[in-house]
């Protein structure tokens, strides 16, 4: 197994950590500013802020996806990065814009996202 590029490494999270931030609030932020509007507004809404996700988000997974190249990312640790920076995007969003209730639940998913880190991306013996 080769190593992984570190610049690679670098854009896909920068790419994959931009369309997060519009895949959340594409996801969950009509919760906040669209509630009394009907939903079809909030898809209508949630679609064109989407679309700026997938801007970001195709060409991060290209980036990272190694496609035979020396140095990208197998497509299981393209999977959990993207669910870690999932993670590290949601939280910050759930507390400040959201307002939600801090958890010590945050902290055991938060771990397990992080084992599942460990798993993927160690050296192979």
């Known amino acids: 197994m080769t190593s992984i590029d570190p ?44 679309l700026f ?21 197998t497509l299981p640790q393209l999977k959990i990065l993207q669910e870690l920076l999932t993670l590290t995007v949601f939280v910050p969003f759930s507390i400040l814009y959201m307002r939600q209730p801090v958890s010590r639940d945050y902290a055991y998913a938060a771990l397990c996202v992080l084992a599942a880190a460990y798993f993927v991306f160690r050296p192979k013996g």
């Open 53 to 73: 996700e997938y801007l970001l988000q195709v060409p991060a997974n290209r980036v990272g996806y190694n496609l035979g190249q020396p140095g990208g990312l």
């Open 7 to 50: 610049s690679i490494l670098l854009r896909t999270t920068l790419l994959l950590t931009l369309s997060n931030v519009f895949m959340t609030f594409a996801w969950y932020g009509h919760l906040k500013s669209l509630g009394s509007r009907p939903w079809y507004v909030a898809a209508i809404a949630a679609w064109s802020v989407a």
